[in-house]
């Protein structure tokens, strides 16, 4: 039955980043960036949704933990069989940043009341006079 409201909690590791410097790891050097997207879908119909997420971001650099920034992502979700979603985002940071954030997110186990999903998102960000970046990461998480 529609309109459906569902509820997410994940985790997004992010892989690395490209930008005209090249290739950062996020496993490279001693810091490291770890995200804890949350939201909401309003599902419209088999086919069509729409997604509404906060995701704050925690960087370790130098042994000291800070939230280095909070991502507003709202976006429309593409709904396919067999679990499929693409999800095209909107990203405004918090550092000045701001972009699109296509994902790609597969359910990969159907509960009764949850499902746990993966996705990977790629991250473009312009703006606050840095380079265009694009980047990739690993989404793992549960909606309900």
């Known amino acids: 039955m529609y309109p459906r409201i569902v509820g997410y909690f994940s985790f997004t590791d992010p892989i690395g980043t490209w ?3 090249g290739f950062k790891s996020n496993f490279d050097r001693n810091v490291y960036t770890i995200a804890f997207p949350f939201g909401m879908n309003i599902i419209k119909s088999d086919h069509f949704g729409v997604s509404f997420e906060i995701s704050p971001s925690i960087r370790t650099e130098k042994h000291i933990a800070k939230v280095n920034t909070v991502v507003f992502h709202p976006g ?5 069989k067999h679990g499929f979603t693409f999800i095209s985002r909107v990203a ?9 954030t296509p994902v790609f997110n597969q359910v990969v186990v159907r509960g009764k009341n ?3 999903f993966a996705s990977v998102p790629v991250p473009v960000r312009f703006g606050n006079d840095q380079p265009t970046s694009i980047g990739t990461g690993l989404q793992l998480g549960v909606s309900f």
Do not use: I, L, Q, S
């Open 19 to 21: 930008t005209k410097d």
């Open 114 to 116: 949850v499902n746990f």
């Open 76 to 80: 429309a979700m593409f709904r396919f």
């Open 92 to 100: 405004f940071e918090t550092n000045g940043r701001f972009g699109v």
